[in-house]
């Protein structure tokens, strides 16, 4: 990844102040096109306190990208972007390419809100994009896979299994590489010991030679804490 924000290439987005499209053309809903050129953790905790609900990537996030220059480091950035905006509880309008070697291939991505569209592989063999897509909007839920920090830690609660995986890290080793992982890094750059057990437990995904955290962080209980 860049050394710094000023190396990063905008990513272009679209803002509103609401999800519903039968309220857009209100004065003052659509804010129209801006730019992610910060961290996407501290653009969508700002856009929120400004008001903003719901968020358009033109560009999709492709999957099939290989190594790790620009358009690697900004497909990273676009996924990290929709994890913040899930755990926010914004409204994402985005598209996604998979590499479409498997129909179970979505899973790990499946805690994130549903894109709009899964784009076909990049070849003809492989998973269907339809059955991929109605499966994930079918079993989406908030909450399905979080985590959250606590002094010294940070607990993971992951469903996407269909059953309930709870994983506390509290190695110092284990904590630095995931804040490493954050917003994407290099293989090259981490600990890859560390980034397999990520990698086991399904918490990391891998996009051309970058790792990336996928679990989003839990802001608020969505349901009554005796429950959870």
Known sequence: MPSTDTD?????????????????????????????????????????????????LPDPVDLTVAGADAE???????????????????????????????????????????????????TAIGADPAQQFAAWHKAFYFD???????PGFVQVRDRRSGRLNLITIDDPAYLAVLDQLMD???????????????????????????LVWLPYRLRRWPLPSMVV
């Open 72 to 122: 690697a480091v900004d497909t990273v950035r676009r996924l990290v972007l929709v994890r913040e905006l899930t755990s926010h509880g914004i409204a994402v309008d985005w598209r996604l390419r998979l590499p479409g070697d498997d129909d179970q291939e979505w899973l790990p991505y499946g805690h994130l809100r549903p894109p709009l569209e899964l784009l076909p592989p990049p």
């Open 184 to 210: 994407g890094a290099e293989l090259t750059d981490v600990d890859l010991g560390i980034a397999r057990d990520f990698g086991e437990e399904g918490l990391v995904t891998k996009v051309g030679d970058l």
């Open 144 to 150: 399905k896979c979080t985590y959250r920090r606590g």
């Open 8 to 56: 990063l290439r905008p990513i272009p987005v679209g803002l509103a102040r609401d999800h519903d499209p039968a309220v857009i053309t209100v004065p003052g809903i659509d804010i129209g096109p801006a730019e992610l050129r910060e961290p996407a953790a501290d653009a969508v905790a700002r856009w929120r306190r400004d008001g903003v609900r719901k968020v358009v």
